[in-house]
């Protein structure tokens, strides 16, 4: 493997619409599919990226869920709440 080169393949489509897309063909390919949801910048894009794919997908509604590690500052609990 150490002499194997690796060639990156690029598709026509960017990368929120591939992420909708390999979403989709979860949601059709397995009974329950949940969206790990930390209230950070990157999970709330994937969590409506998500929710986008499942509505295309006539699979909504989508689950969400949220580990409380009991260190999260009240403002970030309040936006988990509101999403």
Not at 20 to 29: F, G, S, V
Not at 46 to 73: C, F, N, Q, S, T
């Amino acid at each position: 493997m150490a002499n194997t080169i690796l060639k990156k393949k690029y598709l026509d489509i960017d990368v929120i619409q591939g992420a909708k897309e390999r979403i989709i063909y979860m949601l059709k390919a397995y009974d329950k599919v949940v969206v790990n949801f930390s209230g950070g910048k990157d999970s709330t894009a994937m969590l409506y990226i998500a929710i986008e794919a499942a509505r295309e997908a006539d699979k909504l509604p989508i689950e969400a869920v949220y580990v409380d590690h009991e260190i999260e500052g009240k403002r970030t609990l309040k936006f988990i709440d509101e999403v």
